[in-house]
Nanobody
């Protein structure tokens, strides 16, 4: 079992920055995929950033490329999402996820562990 707890959400004006954190605990050695997803009211869940645990390769949704960065600190068992140049359309619940199976880092179907999420609100 793997547990994930997010923090760092909040309210920010357009153009601002936030850094989300996700502490991962449990059987972390089994993890293959780590990702950040978001879901806004009335919209489908979207994979925004992910990384493959084995080699650290990262991938991003086109909507956040160049603005968001996913990273990890293995010593702290923490995954981060640095979000810069935030836009009102980035407003959503951001959820950290992990998977002990193989798959595509930006597909929610390939994840089997989920945090509860942290709200990000960007005002214009």
């Amino acid at each position: 079992q793997v547990q994930l707890v997010e923090s760092g959400g909040g309210s920010v004006q357009a153009g601002g920055s936030l850094r989300l954190s996700c502490v991962v605990s449990g059987y972390t050695a089994s993890i293959n995929l780590l990702g950040w997803f978001r879901q806004a009211p009335g919209k489908e869940r979207e994979g925004v950033a992910g990384l493959y645990a084995a080699d650290g390769r990262t991938y991003y949704a086109d909507s956040v490329k160049g603005r968001f960065t996913i990273s990890r600190d293995n010593a702290k068992n923490t995954v981060y999402l640095q979000m810069n140049s935030l836009k009102p359309e980035d407003t959503a619940m951001y959820v950290c996820a992990a998977s002990d199976t193989r798959g595509w880092v930006l597909s929610s179907y390939d994840y089997n562990y989920w945090g509860r999420g942290t709200q990000v609100t960007v005002s214009s």
